[in-house]
T-cell receptor, first 113, second 113 residues
Framework: DARVTQTPRDKVTEMGQEVTMRCQPI?????VFWYRQTMMQGLELLAY????????DSGMPKDRFSAEMPDATLATLKIQPSEPRDSAVYFC???????????FGDGTRLSIL | AQKVTQAQTEISVVEKEDVTLDCVYE???????LFWYKQPPSGELVFLIR??????QNEISGRYSWNFQKSTSSFNFTITASQVVDSAVYFC??????????FGKGTRLSVIA
């Protein structure tokens, strides 16, 4: 089965450090989503791309977060500088046609100390 | 704006019991899609079922069934003869197409042997 691949699976780092999360969407999927899951907020959208173009990043703190798609096989989410409140699970998902389900990666569990 | 409400925070059942998870949604769009995802203790998000707004036919797939009623904006999910492996957090979600998912807060299901 085709899968969305996320790396790293777990990341522990100190406050102030740069964090980069990577996502390889399912081949042929033209839309990539970044979600964040926390106990308080649940699952919320950070940003998404279609055909590599950013469509919505209103869910991201602009001063410290950035999301890019250097090519169709790679999406990145960066946090610089990281803060303890960024500790969460970050999910990447990819999708294709309207109405078809999004498929999620296993997530990156991020802990900022 | 779209909204998904899962009023049940936690449910506990004994193995082999049937269990229904409730989901109520809000949207002004006439075309939309509803989904159920499962998040087992290992943390990944697994797609289970979907429905589009034009199809109110209720179906059964193995031990899963769903009841979609536009009149009450509800999309309830039933597991028949529950098993311990069904223990997970279940999320109901809404989208307008190949667009970001709006998730409910989730219902934690515990199936006790």
């Amino acid at each position: 089965d085709a899968r969305v691949t996320q790396t790293p699976r777990d990341k522990v780092t100190e406050m102030g450090q740069e964090v980069t999360m990577r996502c390889q969407p399912i081949l042929g999927h033209n839309t990539v989503f970044w979600y964040r899951q926390t106990m308080m907020q649940g699952l919320e959208l950070l940003a998404y791309f279609r055909n590599r173009a950013p469509l919505d990043d209103s869910g991201m703190p602009k001063d410290r977060f950035s999301a890019e798609m250097p090519d169709a096989t790679l999406a990145t989410l960066k946090i610089q500088p990281s803060e303890p409140r960024d500790s969460a699970v970050y999910f990447c998902a990819s999708g294709t046609r309207q109405g078809q389900p999004q498929h999620f990666g296993d997530g990156t569990r991020l802990s900022i100390l | 704006a779209q909204k998904v409400t899962q009023a049940q925070t936690e449910i506990s059942v004994v193995e082999k019991e049937d269990v229904t998870l409730d989901c109520v949604y809000e949207t002004r769009d006439t075309t939309y899609y509803l989904f159920w995802y499962k998040q087992p203790p290992s943390g990944e998000l697994v797609f289970l079922i979907r429905r589009n707004s034009f199809d109110e036919q209720n179906e059964i797939s193995g031990r899963y069934s769903w009841n979609f009623q536009k009149s009450t904006s509800s999309f309830n999910f039933t597991i028949t003869a529950s098993q311990v492996v069904d223990s997970a957090v279940y999320f109901c979600a809404l989208s307008m197409g190949n667009t970001p998912l709006v998730f409910g807060k989730g219902t934690r299901l515990s199936v006790i042997a």
